[in-house]
Protein backbone atom coordinates (compact mmCIF):
# COMPACT_ATOMS: atom_id res chain seq x y z
CA UNK A 1 0.00 0.00 0.00
CA UNK A 2 1.50 3.50 -0.90
CA UNK A 3 0.22 7.17 0.75
CA UNK A 4 -3.01 8.68 -1.46
CA UNK A 5 -1.22 11.67 -1.22
CA UNK A 6 2.85 11.46 -1.85
CA UNK A 7 2.77 7.81 -2.69
CA UNK A 8 5.52 6.95 -0.08
CA UNK A 9 5.05 3.17 1.05
CA UNK A 10 3.13 2.62 3.78
CA UNK A 11 4.63 0.58 6.97
CA UNK A 12 2.95 0.06 10.56
CA UNK A 13 5.37 2.73 11.78
CA UNK A 14 4.33 5.59 9.12
CA UNK A 15 0.64 4.61 8.33
CA UNK A 16 -1.66 7.38 9.77
CA UNK A 17 -3.74 5.21 12.63
CA UNK A 18 -7.27 6.69 11.96
CA UNK A 19 -7.14 6.81 8.24
CA UNK A 20 -4.96 3.69 6.37
CA UNK A 21 -4.71 5.76 3.00
CA UNK A 22 -2.43 8.22 3.76
CA UNK A 23 0.93 8.56 5.95
CA UNK A 24 1.44 10.46 8.86
CA UNK A 25 2.74 13.51 7.43
CA UNK A 26 -0.69 13.29 4.93
CA UNK A 27 -2.94 12.20 7.45
CA UNK A 28 -2.02 14.66 9.75
CA UNK A 29 -2.38 17.51 7.34
CA UNK A 30 -5.76 16.01 5.31
CA UNK A 31 -7.02 16.11 8.85
CA UNK A 32 -6.29 19.60 9.59
CA UNK A 33 -7.76 20.80 6.40
CA UNK A 34 -11.21 18.91 7.18
CA UNK A 35 -11.35 20.66 10.54
CA UNK A 36 -10.75 23.94 8.43
CA UNK A 37 -13.19 22.93 5.96
CA UNK A 38 -16.02 21.70 8.56
CA UNK A 39 -15.11 25.41 10.27
CA UNK A 40 -16.20 27.00 6.69
CA UNK A 41 -19.19 24.46 5.94
CA UNK A 42 -20.40 25.86 9.56
CA UNK A 43 -20.19 29.42 8.88
CA UNK A 44 -21.59 29.20 5.20
CA UNK A 45 -24.95 27.27 7.33
CA UNK A 46 -25.13 30.15 9.32
CA UNK A 47 -25.48 32.56 6.61
CA UNK A 48 -29.37 34.48 6.19
CA UNK A 49 -31.31 33.18 3.80
CA UNK A 50 -30.45 35.86 1.45
CA UNK A 51 -26.82 35.24 1.38
CA UNK A 52 -27.65 31.90 0.52
CA UNK A 53 -29.57 32.56 -2.57
CA UNK A 54 -26.94 35.10 -3.74
CA UNK A 55 -23.78 32.21 -3.38
CA UNK A 56 -26.25 29.75 -4.82
CA UNK A 57 -26.86 31.63 -7.59
CA UNK A 58 -23.04 32.59 -8.34
CA UNK A 59 -22.55 29.02 -8.00
CA UNK A 60 -24.70 28.05 -10.89
CA UNK A 61 -23.21 30.95 -12.90
CA UNK A 62 -20.03 29.54 -12.46
CA UNK A 63 -21.12 26.21 -13.63
CA UNK A 64 -22.96 28.05 -16.85
CA UNK A 65 -19.73 30.25 -17.38
CA UNK A 66 -17.22 26.84 -17.33
CA UNK A 67 -19.30 25.27 -20.02
CA UNK A 68 -22.15 26.71 -21.58
CA UNK A 69 -25.51 27.17 -21.07
CA UNK A 70 -26.83 24.26 -23.21
CA UNK A 71 -24.12 21.88 -21.41
CA UNK A 72 -25.62 22.12 -18.12
CA UNK A 73 -28.82 21.04 -17.03
CA UNK A 74 -31.11 20.64 -13.29
CA UNK A 75 -30.83 17.08 -12.34
CA UNK A 76 -34.08 17.04 -11.00
CA UNK A 77 -36.35 14.75 -9.36
CA UNK A 78 -39.68 16.68 -8.24
CA UNK A 79 -38.79 16.77 -4.72
CA UNK A 80 -38.53 19.55 -2.59
CA UNK A 81 -35.21 20.52 -2.50
CA UNK A 82 -34.71 20.01 -6.35
CA UNK A 83 -37.78 22.13 -6.83
CA UNK A 84 -36.30 25.08 -5.03
CA UNK A 85 -32.91 25.05 -6.90
CA UNK A 86 -35.26 24.89 -10.31
CA UNK A 87 -36.93 27.89 -9.19
CA UNK A 88 -33.46 29.50 -8.73
CA UNK A 89 -32.15 28.56 -11.60
CA UNK A 90 -34.90 29.73 -13.61
CA UNK A 91 -34.54 32.90 -12.39
CA UNK A 92 -31.72 33.19 -13.89
CA UNK A 93 -31.76 30.97 -16.86
CA UNK A 94 -35.89 30.48 -17.58
CA UNK A 95 -35.38 28.03 -20.41
CA UNK A 96 -32.52 25.36 -18.65
CA UNK A 97 -33.05 21.98 -19.31
CA UNK A 98 -33.90 19.57 -16.25
CA UNK A 99 -33.71 15.98 -16.30
CA UNK A 100 -35.95 13.91 -14.65
CA UNK A 101 -35.30 10.21 -14.32
CA UNK A 102 -38.51 8.25 -13.82
CA UNK A 103 -37.62 4.82 -12.03
CA UNK A 104 -40.76 3.48 -12.43
CA UNK A 105 -41.02 3.59 -8.73
CA UNK A 106 -42.13 7.03 -8.32
CA UNK A 107 -45.26 8.27 -6.10
CA UNK A 108 -48.01 9.24 -8.08
CA UNK A 109 -48.13 12.36 -6.44
CA UNK A 110 -44.40 13.24 -7.72
CA UNK A 111 -45.55 12.03 -11.34
CA UNK A 112 -48.34 14.46 -10.84
CA UNK A 113 -46.05 17.75 -10.10
CA UNK A 114 -43.65 16.73 -12.89
CA UNK A 115 -46.60 17.05 -15.23
CA UNK A 116 -47.45 20.05 -13.79
CA UNK A 117 -44.18 21.89 -13.91
CA UNK A 118 -43.84 20.61 -17.31
CA UNK A 119 -46.85 21.27 -18.88
CA UNK A 120 -48.00 24.36 -16.90
CA UNK A 121 -45.47 26.13 -15.33
CA UNK A 122 -42.95 26.28 -18.28
CA UNK A 123 -40.32 24.08 -16.85
CA UNK A 124 -38.07 22.63 -19.79
CA UNK A 125 -38.10 18.81 -18.37
CA UNK A 126 -37.07 16.28 -20.09
CA UNK A 127 -38.03 12.54 -18.88
CA UNK A 128 -35.44 9.92 -19.00
CA UNK A 129 -36.76 5.76 -18.60
CA UNK A 130 -34.85 2.67 -17.24
CA UNK A 131 -33.90 1.34 -20.63
CA UNK A 132 -29.93 -0.25 -20.65
CA UNK A 133 -27.92 0.25 -23.77
CA UNK A 134 -29.35 -2.29 -25.98
CA UNK A 135 -33.05 -0.51 -25.52
CA UNK A 136 -34.21 -3.10 -22.93
CA UNK A 137 -36.26 -1.57 -20.47
CA UNK A 138 -35.95 -2.07 -16.68
CA UNK A 139 -38.17 -1.51 -13.62
CA UNK A 140 -37.75 -1.53 -10.02
CA UNK A 141 -39.51 -5.51 -9.96
CA UNK A 142 -36.96 -6.40 -12.49
CA UNK A 143 -33.71 -4.94 -11.13
CA UNK A 144 -34.93 -6.54 -7.43
CA UNK A 145 -35.41 -10.20 -9.58
CA UNK A 146 -31.70 -9.50 -11.56
CA UNK A 147 -30.03 -8.41 -8.36
CA UNK A 148 -31.47 -8.53 -5.34
CA UNK A 149 -33.21 -5.57 -3.24
CA UNK A 150 -31.95 -2.18 -2.20
CA UNK A 151 -32.21 -2.41 1.84
CA UNK A 152 -30.85 -0.78 4.45
CA UNK A 153 -28.32 1.77 2.58
CA UNK A 154 -26.00 1.87 -0.20
CA UNK A 155 -22.73 0.98 1.61
CA UNK A 156 -25.06 -2.28 3.53
CA UNK A 157 -26.17 -3.39 -0.41
CA UNK A 158 -23.08 -2.63 -2.15
CA UNK A 159 -21.29 -4.85 0.73
CA UNK A 160 -23.58 -7.75 0.50
CA UNK A 161 -23.66 -8.00 -3.30
CA UNK A 162 -19.89 -8.10 -3.25
CA UNK A 163 -20.36 -10.87 -1.02
CA UNK A 164 -22.61 -12.76 -2.68
CA UNK A 165 -20.58 -12.20 -6.08
CA UNK A 166 -17.43 -12.35 -5.03
CA UNK A 167 -15.42 -14.76 -7.87
CA UNK A 168 -12.81 -15.59 -5.58
CA UNK A 169 -12.69 -17.41 -1.75
CA UNK A 170 -10.59 -14.21 -0.83
CA UNK A 171 -12.80 -11.70 -2.14
CA UNK A 172 -15.39 -13.59 -0.02
CA UNK A 173 -13.51 -13.09 2.46
CA UNK A 174 -12.71 -9.94 2.21
CA UNK A 175 -16.14 -8.89 1.80
CA UNK A 176 -16.99 -11.00 4.99
CA UNK A 177 -14.41 -8.96 6.95
CA UNK A 178 -15.81 -5.70 6.02
CA UNK A 179 -19.53 -6.56 6.63
CA UNK A 180 -18.32 -7.72 10.01
CA UNK A 181 -16.02 -4.64 10.94
CA UNK A 182 -18.39 -2.12 9.44
CA UNK A 183 -21.88 -3.51 10.18
CA UNK A 184 -21.70 -6.25 11.92
CA UNK A 185 -25.48 -6.00 13.08
CA UNK A 186 -26.41 -6.71 9.70
CA UNK A 187 -24.16 -9.92 8.72
CA UNK A 188 -27.19 -12.66 9.06
CA UNK A 189 -28.59 -10.84 5.92
CA UNK A 190 -25.77 -11.37 3.82
CA UNK A 191 -26.94 -14.62 2.12
CA UNK A 192 -29.98 -12.93 1.45
CA UNK A 193 -31.04 -11.07 -2.30
CA UNK A 194 -29.69 -7.69 -1.53
CA UNK A 195 -27.89 -5.03 -4.12
CA UNK A 196 -27.15 -1.59 -4.23
CA UNK A 197 -27.36 -1.93 -8.46
CA UNK A 198 -30.69 -0.55 -8.25
CA UNK A 199 -29.86 3.07 -8.48
CA UNK A 200 -27.56 2.25 -10.97
CA UNK A 201 -30.24 0.80 -13.29
CA UNK A 202 -33.13 3.02 -12.44
CA UNK A 203 -31.66 6.47 -11.68
CA UNK A 204 -27.59 6.94 -12.80
CA UNK A 205 -27.38 5.17 -16.60
CA UNK A 206 -30.31 6.24 -17.66
CA UNK A 207 -29.30 9.96 -16.71
CA UNK A 208 -26.16 9.33 -17.69
CA UNK A 209 -26.87 8.28 -21.69
CA UNK A 210 -29.16 10.95 -21.74
CA UNK A 211 -26.79 13.65 -20.95
CA UNK A 212 -23.80 12.27 -22.90
CA UNK A 213 -26.76 11.73 -26.11
CA UNK A 214 -27.45 16.14 -25.44
CA UNK A 215 -23.63 16.37 -24.90
CA UNK A 216 -24.28 17.96 -21.68
CA UNK A 217 -21.34 18.14 -19.43
CA UNK A 218 -22.16 18.86 -16.06
CA UNK A 219 -25.22 18.21 -13.71
CA UNK A 220 -26.81 20.71 -11.22
CA UNK A 221 -28.04 19.33 -8.38
CA UNK A 222 -30.22 20.11 -5.51
CA UNK A 223 -28.74 18.10 -2.36
CA UNK A 224 -27.84 19.52 0.64
CA UNK A 225 -24.62 18.02 2.98
CA UNK A 226 -26.59 17.86 6.12
CA UNK A 227 -28.49 15.02 4.22
CA UNK A 228 -26.10 12.60 5.41
CA UNK A 229 -22.31 11.75 6.65
CA UNK A 230 -21.55 10.40 3.30
CA UNK A 231 -23.17 14.16 1.61
CA UNK A 232 -20.96 16.19 4.26
CA UNK A 233 -17.82 14.14 3.81
CA UNK A 234 -17.84 14.33 0.09
CA UNK A 235 -18.32 18.33 0.40
CA UNK A 236 -15.75 18.25 2.89
CA UNK A 237 -13.19 17.01 0.81
CA UNK A 238 -14.74 18.47 -2.72
CA UNK A 239 -17.25 21.68 -2.30
CA UNK A 240 -20.11 22.49 -3.75
CA UNK A 241 -18.49 22.71 -7.38
CA UNK A 242 -16.87 19.78 -8.67
CA UNK A 243 -15.09 20.17 -11.99
CA UNK A 244 -12.66 17.85 -13.67
CA UNK A 245 -11.49 16.07 -10.39
CA UNK A 246 -13.92 13.21 -11.15
CA UNK A 247 -15.60 11.44 -13.76
CA UNK A 248 -18.79 13.49 -13.72
CA UNK A 249 -18.83 17.44 -13.95
CA UNK A 250 -21.65 18.39 -10.55
CA UNK A 251 -22.26 21.46 -9.56
CA UNK A 252 -24.23 21.13 -5.78
CA UNK A 253 -24.90 25.00 -5.42
CA UNK A 254 -27.57 23.85 -1.97
CA UNK A 255 -25.32 22.15 -0.43
CA UNK A 256 -24.87 24.72 2.39
CA UNK A 257 -28.64 25.06 3.00
CA UNK A 258 -30.21 23.07 5.78
CA UNK A 259 -34.20 22.03 5.57
CA UNK A 260 -35.61 25.00 7.29
CA UNK A 261 -34.06 27.58 4.56
CA UNK A 262 -35.70 25.14 2.11
CA UNK A 263 -39.25 25.35 3.48
CA UNK A 264 -38.40 29.42 4.37
CA UNK A 265 -37.78 29.60 0.63
CA UNK A 266 -40.52 27.93 -0.66
CA UNK A 267 -42.68 29.89 2.01
CA UNK A 268 -41.68 33.09 0.95
CA UNK A 269 -42.04 32.58 -3.03
CA UNK A 270 -44.87 30.35 -3.07
CA UNK A 271 -43.24 27.46 -4.52
CA UNK A 272 -45.54 24.49 -5.50
CA UNK A 273 -44.37 21.06 -4.19
CA UNK A 274 -45.52 17.61 -4.70
CA UNK A 275 -48.93 17.28 -2.67
CA UNK A 276 -46.97 14.00 -0.58
CA UNK A 277 -44.85 16.79 1.96
CA UNK A 278 -48.92 17.24 2.71
CA UNK A 279 -49.75 13.91 3.56
CA UNK A 280 -47.12 13.59 6.09
CA UNK A 281 -43.89 12.82 3.77
CA UNK A 282 -40.81 14.50 4.73
CA UNK A 283 -39.05 13.20 1.27
CA UNK A 284 -40.32 11.87 -2.22
CA UNK A 285 -38.24 9.50 -2.97
CA UNK A 286 -38.74 5.85 -4.26
CA UNK A 287 -41.98 4.53 -2.95
CA UNK A 288 -40.52 0.57 -2.25
CA UNK A 289 -36.79 1.72 -1.43
CA UNK A 290 -35.20 0.14 1.18
CA UNK A 291 -32.65 2.69 2.23
CA UNK A 292 -32.94 3.54 5.86
CA UNK A 293 -36.15 1.78 6.44
CA UNK A 294 -34.76 -0.04 9.83
CA UNK A 295 -33.94 3.12 11.17
CA UNK A 296 -37.64 4.70 10.90
CA UNK A 297 -40.02 3.78 14.05
CA UNK A 298 -42.07 0.89 13.50
CA UNK A 299 -45.23 1.28 13.16
CA UNK A 300 -44.91 4.68 11.24
CA UNK A 301 -41.88 2.93 8.59
CA UNK A 302 -42.43 4.05 4.82
CA UNK A 303 -44.01 0.99 4.21
CA UNK A 304 -46.61 0.68 7.04
CA UNK A 305 -47.24 4.85 5.45
CA UNK A 306 -47.95 3.52 1.91
CA UNK A 307 -50.87 0.96 3.61
CA UNK A 308 -52.53 3.93 4.94
CA UNK A 309 -52.07 6.63 2.09
CA UNK A 310 -51.30 4.27 -1.19
CA UNK A 311 -53.36 1.18 -0.58
CA UNK A 312 -52.84 0.01 -4.50
CA UNK A 313 -49.37 0.74 -4.51
CA UNK A 314 -48.61 -1.01 -0.78
CA UNK A 315 -50.83 -4.09 -2.10
CA UNK A 316 -48.51 -4.49 -5.40
CA UNK A 317 -45.63 -3.84 -2.85
CA UNK A 318 -46.84 -6.70 -0.12
CA UNK A 319 -47.63 -9.10 -3.09
CA UNK A 320 -44.14 -8.84 -4.83
CA UNK A 321 -41.85 -7.97 -2.11
CA UNK A 322 -43.84 -8.91 1.31
CA UNK A 323 -41.85 -12.30 1.21
CA UNK A 324 -38.62 -10.23 1.27
CA UNK A 325 -39.41 -7.99 4.34
CA UNK A 326 -39.93 -10.41 6.36
CA UNK A 327 -36.54 -11.91 5.61
CA UNK A 328 -35.29 -8.47 6.24
CA UNK A 329 -37.25 -8.12 9.25
CA UNK A 330 -38.60 -5.14 8.17
CA UNK A 331 -42.46 -5.11 9.52
CA UNK A 332 -44.73 -4.26 7.16
CA UNK A 333 -48.54 -4.16 8.42
S1 LIG B 1 -33.54 5.43 -4.53
FE1 LIG B 1 -33.68 3.26 -3.96
S2 LIG B 1 -35.39 2.44 -5.17
FE2 LIG B 1 -34.85 4.43 -6.07
S3 LIG B 1 -33.47 3.94 -7.71
FE3 LIG B 1 -32.19 4.31 -5.93
S4 LIG B 1 -31.92 2.36 -4.91
FE4 LIG B 1 -33.60 2.14 -6.39
ZN1 LIG C 1 1.97 10.77 2.48
Excluded at 128 to 138: L, R
Excluded at 189 to 205: A, M, Q
Amino acid sequence: MICKKCLKELTDDNIYPSDHRYCITCGTNHSTYLSERKQTLKSLREMNLESKIIQTKYLIKCAVMEFGLNKVYISYSGGKDSTVLSHIAKSMYPNILHLFANTTNEYPETLKHIRWESEENGTNIITVFPKDIHGKVWTFKKVVETYGYPMFSKRISNAIRTYRHARSPRTKANAEEYINRNFKKYDKYKNLPISDKCCDKLKKEPLRRKAKELELECAILGILASESYQREKDWLEYGCNVFYKRKDNQSRPLSFWTNDDILEYIKRYNIQIPKLYEMGYTRNGCMFCGFGVQLELDGHNRYQKLKETHPAQYNYFLNNFGHLMSKFEINVA
